[in-house]
């Protein structure tokens, strides 16, 4: 459960009441939205966002609650919320984008997302990436992996695209006794035979994969996918070295669709959980925001997993059907002259 306030809360604006707004305002997640539907003053939405440091681990509490945490598999990736317009706030960076194929301003969500044996899949930790921290990326990956292992986790495997492919985070997963399949970057260096070193773009990948020595890290298994007229290259690594033989074309594609449900997750945290839509300035109002949107996720997929509802954005979808049939309703009586008046045809 999400841990008690440090102090008696003193505004009407609360963590569920901002969380419900986010998951069903179509349009301005806004204080001043919030402050309208509710019937609360915008200060006390201000001091809801201001009073309470929410912390990564309150978010694991929550995820745990629904997942086995036993033998699933962990994912590490990143992801950049827009913020093009915004002047004076806080966290706020310039940070590539996959959306747009460039940089553009924002803020840079990095994540671990965990599937469990059964296929039910949440955030566990978070990290926004803050420059004043003076760490990259991948150290708050290695940080987060050492949190959520200490916190109970207990993945089998680890996924993550090429930019967390570097060698210390291939070995430290390693040394955690995971097996993992992380993206490598075309140009990579692999060794199928010994004293010599080919790039994986080079090399004939049959679809079980190919045994190969990647260069500084030891043994793997090479793959290759294609996204329209993108290849795509993974190394596979397994705790067991006799496994080798046996992890095939759809072991592969197991995991690298677990993988790819990240990517899921980061579109309805934008699209369903207005994670991008604040005007907040402050850090600690800004990352109480993003907490909320994530902890909102969490409550949409507990949902799906109860089977209360089948899809979010449907869900979503269906909150205005009412509204806007009432409207429309409402709207035509006494419009009839707006139809056309089909007069009787006249014989010339």
């Not at 993945?155 to 399949?181: E, I, Q």
Request: hydrophobic share 35%.
């Amino acid at each position: 459960m999400i841990r008690k306030p440090t102090r008696p809360p003193t505004a009407r604006c609360t963590l569920p009441m901002y969380m419900g707004f986010l998951m069903s305002e179509p349009t301005s997640s806004t204080c001043t939205r919030l402050s309208e539907v509710m019937e609360i003053s915008h200060d006390s939405v201000n001091r809801f966002l201001l009073r309470e440091s929410y912390e990564p681990k309150d978010l694991f509490n929550e995820a745990k609650q629904l997942l086995n945490l036993i033998g699933g598999t962990l994912n590490v990736d990143d992801s950049t919320l827009d913020k093009p317009y915004s002047q004076h706030m806080a966290l706020v960076g310039h940070f590539w984008s996959g959306k747009h194929h460039r940089v553009v301003k924002g803020l840079n969500l990095v994540t671990l997302y965990y599937t469990d044996p059964q296929g039910r899949s949440l955030p566990v930790n978070y990290r926004v990436y803050d420059k004043a921290e003076g760490k990259t990326k991948n150290d708050y990956f290695l940080d987060m992996l050492d949190e959520v292992l200490e916190w109970g986790l207990q993945p089998a495997f680890m996924t993550g695209d090429s930019w967390y492919s570097c060698v210390n985070n291939l070995k430290t997963v390693k040394n955690h006794r995971m097996g993992f399949m992380f993206a490598v970057e075309s140009n990579r260096l692999v060794s199928t035979e010994k004293g010599t070193w080919v790039q994986v773009q080079k090399l004939d990948i049959p679809d079980d994969g190919l045994p190969v020595w990647l260069r500084n890290f030891g043994n793997v298994k090479l793959f290759r996918t294609q996204l329209k007229d993108q290849l795509r290259h993974y190394v596979v690594s397994l705790p067991d070295a006799e496994a080798y033989d046996a992890f095939k074309q759809a072991h592969f594609q197991k995991l690298h669709d677990q993988h790819w449900q990240i990517e899921q997750y980061h579109r309805m945290i934008k699209q369903v959980c207005n994670i991008e839509k604040f005007q907040v300035r402050g850090k600690v109002p800004i990352l109480n925001h993003i907490f909320a949107a994530l902890c909102s996720y969490v409550y949409l997929q507990r949902m799906q997993f109860t089977q209360i509802i089948s899809n979010a954005y449907q869900w979503q979808k269906a909150l205005y059907k009412e509204v806007v049939s009432s409207f429309v309703a409402e709207f035509i009586i006494g419009k009839d002259h707006l139809n056309p008046q089909f007069r009787p045809s006249v014989n010339a």
